[in-house]
């Protein structure tokens, strides 16, 4: 079919989209209508962490099809229970409430958090979260973010998210108060341009915290599940949280998030806290499967492996081409451009032939790469000379 014949003028718009169609996809390769082909580095904003189709993937999701799709989530089923003990045996976490997007895993770990601080701490409910975080699309998750504009655009904002600056603990103590029940951060600001907390910083926040009997809550939608290098970002830094939230490749492409915590924080009583696709068989044998995959042995030295080569030729990139240098961890990398270059580059890049090359600009000053975790290392060179030969037009 040409562009021109797909139904496209029905979808409600909420963002401007190139002319493609994608219509099929294999690894770290997606392929539009027309027959060209594409390396992706985007893999879905870093949601298909095994890859556009996983074999492993999808043979979870024929089968469970097939079998049991969704007994409702008041009743108990064996994909859910079985990835709850994954997750539970992989983490320092203990309960696990499984939801269907990141944003719906956030929101509740705000409710967890304040259910918490009314039934321990006098009512407490300010969470402290940070400026250029990103926790979400709802309308509290917004609030909580501290995305330049995000304030006004769907005004009153949810109130108790006062917003520290990452990696300054003095902003933070400076914030604390009677109110205030946890703080909430990104171990690795994604959306704000792959920046992560230092280990330092982790370590100051889970010892201030403690003194101050505050939840530390990691939202770890974009940096888990294997993102880092490690299964989970916080244990770059050695501390254990009380609260996690999941999402993205917790499902290599499907619907599917967690909240994770500790047992002295899991504090619902029947009615606080559901859905109604909340953990049903389909999304959780899927997300069985990929959790299964990532702690499968040697799978996430590969992942640090590839991530250390990825920052070696993005270094000798900047190098060359007087860039400012790289940052982030295991595969959430950023190359660090020093000029509003990224959306162009971007542009070009998915234009290019015979193959397109798909990259994001978090920011106009840097290039974010996500590409899946079983990338290979000839399609980092691949994707490396693509964007040589773009920088090259400029
Ligand atoms: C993407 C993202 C979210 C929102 O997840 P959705 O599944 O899009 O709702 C929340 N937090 C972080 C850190 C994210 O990267």
Not at 53 to 69: F, M, P, S
Not at 303 to 332: D, I, M, N
Request: charged share 20%; proline share 5%; aromatic share 8%.
């Amino acid at each position: 079919m040409n562009f021109n014949e797909y139904p496209i003028d029905s979808l409600m718009y909420i963002t401007n989209r190139p002319e493609i169609v994608f219509t099929h996809g294999k690894g770290s390769w997606l392929y539009d209508n027309t027959g060209k082909r594409y390396l992706d580095f985007i893999q879905g904003w870093a949601v298909n962490s095994l890859g556009h189709c996983n074999d492993g993937v999808v043979e979870a999701l024929t089968q469970q099809a097939r079998t049991l799709i969704n007994p409702s989530p008041a009743f108990y089923n064996e994909p859910m229970a079985k990835l709850a003990q994954l997750l539970t045996q992989h983490s320092c976490f203990d309960k696990v409430f499984f939801t269907n997007s990141g944003a719906e895993a956030n929101e509740g770990a705000i409710k967890l958090a304040r259910k918490w601080g009314k039934k321990f701490k006098g009512g407490a409910y300010e969470i402290i979260t940070f400026d250029h975080s990103f926790h979400g699309r709802t309308i509290a998750t917004m609030s909580a973010s501290g995305k330049p504009g995000w304030d006004t655009i769907y005004a009153p904002q949810v109130p108790g998210f006062p917003k520290a600056d990452l990696n300054d603990i003095a902003s933070v103590e400076k914030l604390i108060t009677d109110k205030t029940v946890a703080v909430m951060l990104e171990p690795i600001q994604g959306e704000g341009g792959v920046i992560p907390a230092s280990r330092e910083f982790m370590q100051q926040l889970r010892e201030l915290t403690k003194k101050h009997n505050l939840l530390l809550i990691v939202d770890e939608v974009q940096s888990g599940c294997g993102r880092a290098g490690t299964l989970f970002a916080y244990e770059l830094s050695g501390i254990e949280p009380d609260v996690m939230t999941l999402a993205k490749g917790i499902g290599s492409g499907v619907p599917l998030g967690a909240l994770l915590c500790k047992k002295h924080v899991e504090v619902f009583e029947a009615g606080d806290q559901g859905g109604t696709y909340n953990g049903n068989p389909l999304m959780t044998a899927a997300g069985y499967s990929v959790i299964s995959q990532l702690t499968a042995p040697g799978f996430l030295d590969g992942v640090k492996a590839r991530g250390e080569y990825l920052r070696t030729k993005l270094l000798e990139l900047s190098a060359e081409r007087g860039f400012e240098g790289e940052r982030g961890e295991g595969l959430l990398r950023a190359l660090l451009l020093g000029k509003d270059i990224g959306n162009q580059i971007v542009e070009k890049a998915r234009l290019m032939q015979p193959d397109g090359l798909l990259l994001n600009a978090a920011r106009p000053n840097l290039l974010r790469f996500m590409p899946a975790l079983n990338v290979t290392t000839e399609e980092i060179d691949q994707m490396m000379a693509m964007l040589r030969s773009i920088l090259d037009t400029l």
